[in-house]
């Protein structure tokens, strides 16, 4: 069955300090993506990004940055000059195919607290 | 900008009562996921639909909880009789599948907060 595993529950860093949070899953499908979510206080769902199996390539859009390795099935996010408002909890998932429709699997979260 | 509405945003109720949760996906999004939030849980998906026809409602407590779509732009959850147990954030999320076998994001509504006492 697919899993995903955030271990830390929480993180809590200062303001400026860069932080990684640790998504790692498992799965049998050779064709999988990989996405993670935002929930801030106000507590939506903010989608962040999708990543297929195929690219490994790190993924950098500002100060968030992924990196994909297959070879340790890990897909960390790592925030950079941390700030107040990154404070949320953040998902990983994976995405499986059941029956040709797609069902996402969340990790636990990790709550990140970012202090002034 | 387009965003996936659900009301009520809270709902307190008794338990045994009847409880209603509509969700409104992004218009042209062809999928439409009820999930449930709670600190024990986490995220469970509840059902799916594709097409307005139900695909998956494997993740939901068949006795007590029903999920329709009576139109492309209304999707509902319905849990008679409500339990306290039933307590949790209930969110629904749209996307666009462009066909079967398809992996593609999904987008969360705000959720609606459900107490039942």
């Known amino acids: 069955a697919q899993k995903v595993t955030q271990a830390q529950t929480e993180i809590s860093v200062v303001e400026k300090e860069d932080v990684t949070l640790d998504c790692v899953y498992e799965?049998?499908?050779?064709?999988?993506?990989l996405f993670w979510y935002k929930q801030p206080p106000s507590g939506e769902l903010v989608f962040l990004i999708r990543?297929?199996?195929?690219?490994?390539q790190n993924e950098i859009s500002g100060r968030y940055s992924w990196n994909f390795q297959k070879s340790t099935s890990s897909f960390n996010f790592t925030i950079t000059a941390s700030q107040v408002v990154d404070s949320a909890v953040y998902f990983c998932?994976?995405?499986?195919?059941?029956?040709?429709?797609?069902?996402?699997?969340f990790g636990q979260g990790t709550r990140l607290t970012i202090n002034p | 900008d387009a965003r996936v509405t659900q009301t009520p945003r809270h709902k307190v109720t008794e338990m045994g009562q009847e409880v209603t949760m509509r969700c409104q996906p992004i218009?042209?999004?062809?999928?439409v996921f009820w999930y449930r939030q709670t600190m024990m849980q986490g995220l469970e998906l509840l059902a799916y639909?594709?097409?307005?026809?139900?695909?998956?409602d494997s993740g939901m407590p068949k006795d007590r909880f029903s999920a329709e779509m009576p139109d492309a732009t209304l999707a509902t959850l319905k849990i008679q009789p409500s339990e306290p147990r039933d307590s949790a954030v209930y969110f629904c999320?749209?996307?666009?599948?462009?066909?079967?076998?398809?992996?593609?994001?999904?987008?969360f509504g705000p959720g609606t907060r459900l107490t039942v006492t």
């Open positions: 999320a749209s996307g666009f599948a462009p066909g079967t076998a398809t992996h593609y994001e999904q987008y």
């Open positions: 799965t049998r499908d050779t064709t999988y993506y």
């Open positions: 990543r297929n199996s195929f690219d490994e």
């Open positions: 998932a994976l995405s499986e195919l059941i029956q040709g429709a797609q069902k996402l699997v």
């Open positions: 218009l042209g999004h062809n999928t």
């Open positions: 639909f594709r097409n307005r026809a139900p695909l998956d």
